[in-house]
């Protein structure tokens, strides 16, 4: 069983930045693919970034240019590190985790991931 921390939530204005962390234990870290998944208020969870065999990154076009995923193999940490935030990127962001998959398009799914953390909450006002 994997399990998944965040932390690193917070209220920032618009145009911050913030990193979150998440913190991967339980299985190899290696073996998953990892990934950002974000809930904004009234609406249905939505990817974020996602990264495989901790090279490869994937960013949701509204995110592409401005959010870094990244990992620390060494530590099992997951990071996002977000910048020029905007109020709508205002969400509770899960820390996500899967197994690697042939048609990498199945990482912009979030029903793809199995393994969720308990979400931290990040505010942007304006």
């Known amino acids: 069983q994997v399990r998944l921390v965040e932390s690193g939530g917070g209220t920032v204005q618009a145009g911050d930045s913030l990193r979150l962390s998440c913190e991967f234990s339980?299985?190899?870290?290696?073996?998953?693919?990892k990934a950002w998944i974000r809930q904004r208020p009234g609406k249905e969870r939505e990817f974020v970034a996602a990264?495989?065999?901790?090279?490869?990154?994937y960013y949701a076009d509204a995110v592409k240019g401005r959010f870094t995923i990244s990992t620390d193999n060494n530590k099992n940490m997951v990071y996002l590190q977000m910048t020029n935030l905007k109020p709508e990127d205002a969400a509770v962001y899960y820390c996500?985790?899967?197994?690697?998959?042939?048609?990498?398009?199945?990482?912009?799914?979030?029903?793809?991931?199995?393994?969720w953390g308990q979400g931290a909450r990040v505010t942007v006002s304006a």
């Open positions: 339980g299985r190899s870290f290696s073996s998953h693919v």
């Open positions: 996500a985790a899967g197994f690697h998959q042939e048609s990498t398009d199945r990482y912009y799914l979030p029903d793809m991931y199995i393994y």
């Open positions: 990264v495989a065999w901790s090279t490869t990154t």
